[in-house]
């Protein structure tokens, strides 16, 4: 995707993080691209000033904008950049560096000769493209530190519901050596999933099909699965559920993110009453990550 204006803001990390978020989960529709920088990387102090910098493909509605930062932080009106037409999704994640997350390490293929290189890492390279899920984002990033903690639990069945970039089922493909299961609505997605199962050498592992939730033969055959990711939104979250205890073992885990903190006691009560019981949750600042075990 080409992206021709940008709006910038300045001002504190945790605010600008706030409004970021907004522009990519709460917006409709949504920044193409996100970047935000620090504009001293020298400075240490929490009231260090920020730059968030977002990319949209057509002109926004700058007063939709402003009203919903004005909900989502309290930011001022947005400075508005008409820019060439290059990739700016490329452009933006160029710089965002190596992430770790557990034993997990994401990089892009520019910082290849930045990589740790510890014994116990797991490398996973996710190139810019437009699928969403680059580690940067703390929903991914989020499930990646939980799966962590499951290096000694290697279920057999899994499944990537909404699979973005197919960040986790790499990651637990090569966790676990096992075939994974993903899917995504979005039939590009389901391309760059592919591309990026080749790139991480797992592509005999991971297998991909566009799908809207369960809706796909090939996910009714491989079910149950003993273990499911769903990095989507809190609605669909909520609204799967049901569906979801059909394609889950009995004692299967089933990881959700994608929700903000206030509505994780909706998703939480819907999973209940679905038969799921909450047996971990990962609580980060606005995207907290939970844990379900079928009953």
Sequence with gaps: MTSSFKLTWNGTQAVLQKAADALTDVLSPPAGAISLTKDDPAVEDEAAEWRLDA??????????????????????????????????????????????????????????????????????????????????????????????????????????????????????????????????????????????????????????????????????TAAPFDFVFANILAGPLAELAPAMADHVQKNGRVMLAGLMTEQADGVIAAYNAAGFRLINRLDQPTWPVLLFVRQ
């Design 55 to 220: 990319y949209f493909d057509v002109r926004p509605d700058v007063n939709a904008v402003d009203t919903l930062l004005g909900e989502h932080g309290g930011l001022g009106a947005a400075n508005v950049e008409e820019l060439p037409d290059i990739d700016w999704v490329a452009h933006s994640l160029e710089g965002l560096g190596v992430v770790r997350c557990g034993r997990f390490v994401l990089y892009g293929v520019h910082d290849a000769d930045k990589l740790p290189g510890e014994d116990n890492d797991i490398p996973i390279r996710i190139d810019a493209n437009q699928a969403f899920g680059t580690g940067h984002h703390p929903t991914t990033s989020g499930c990646l530190m939980l799966l962590d903690r499951f290096a000694g639990f290697a279920p057999k069945n899994v499944f990537d519901l909404g699979c973005g970039s197919a960040i986790l089922a790499i990651a637990a493909a090569k966790l676990w050596g096992r075939s994974i299961l993903a899917s995504d609505i979005d039939e590009r997605s389901v391309e760059i999933a592919a591309e990026n199962a080749v790139l991480n050498d797992v592509a005999d592992k991971v297998s991909a099909v566009a799908a809207a939730g369960f809706d796909h033969e090939q996910i009714s």
